[in-house]
């Protein structure tokens, strides 16, 4: 049987990695490197605990000084979130 248009599987790959729920899935997997990538290794050791919940990302530090210093910057990352993840991905972060 021979086929008239064929297509590549790697542009197919990239449909379906480009799908909306799959490329938000994905982005959701790598929030954790994301969240390194932007408050440095550091921080990411004193992170105890890093959840995203309806778009509200929870993050919860061992460090005052760190909760403290990331409370004025959340619109920064929540900025910087989206922008790296390439989606709307989070609305707010909620640090404790």
């Not at 990239?14 to 729920?21: G, L, T, V």
């Amino acid at each position: 049987m021979k086929r008239s248009k064929t297509t590549p599987i790697g542009d197919l790959l990239s449909e379906f990695f480009n799908r909306p729920y799959i490329a938000a899935k994905i982005a959701e997997g790598r929030l954790r490197d994301t969240w390194r990538e932007i408050v440095g290794p550091h921080a990411d050791a004193e992170t105890a605990e890093l959840r995203l919940d309806r778009h509200i990302l929870h993050v919860r530090m061992r460090s005052s000084i760190l909760r403290n210093e990331l409370f004025y910057q959340r619109e920064a990352l929540v900025a910087e979130i989206n922008k790296r993840s390439g989606m709307q991905l989070v609305n707010a972060v909620i640090i404790r």
